[in-house]
């Protein structure tokens, strides 16, 4: 079993910045690529970022590409979304979820996630 929890959610104006952090523990979490996803109100959710389990690989979702960082830190079981840039399109709760092994090719898909946090929200007023 893995736990995770979310944070540093909250509401920030057009162009501002925020970094949430997912802390996991359980399971050693270097054996777990990590990924983030969003969901907004009456929409499905939607791929953001993931990062492989040694943090050599990382891919986007076009819409946040370049404003976007997903990091880890493994000694410290802890994974970073850095968004900078932020746009009122970004409003959505943030998931942060975990998958054994490697990210493969379907790192878009969050069924082949095992694990998921509560979300945290973020919200961007224009």
């Known amino acids: 079993q893995v736990q995770l929890v979310e944070s540093g959610g909250g509401l920030v104006q057009a162009g501002g910045s925020l970094r949430l952090s997912c802390a996991a523990s359980?399971?050693?979490?270097?054996?777990?690529?990590m990924g983030w996803f969003r969901q907004a109100p009456g929409k499905e959710r939607e791929f953001v970022a993931a990062i492989s389990w040694s943090g050599g690989s990382t891919y986007y979702a076009d819409s946040v590409k370049d404003r976007f960082t997903i990091s880890r830190d493994n000694a410290k079981n802890t994974v970073y979304l850095q968004m900078n840039s932020l746009k009122p399109e970004d409003t959505a709760a943030y998931y942060c979820?975990?998958?054994?092994?490697?990210?493969?090719?379907?790192?878009?898909?969050?069924?082949?996630?095992?694990?998921w946090g509560q979300g945290t929200q973020v919200t961007v007023s224009s």
């Open positions: 979820a975990a998958k054994s092994g490697s990210l493969g090719s379907l790192y878009r898909n969050p069924r082949l996630y095992d694990y």
């Open positions: 359980g399971r050693t979490f270097s054996g777990y690529a």
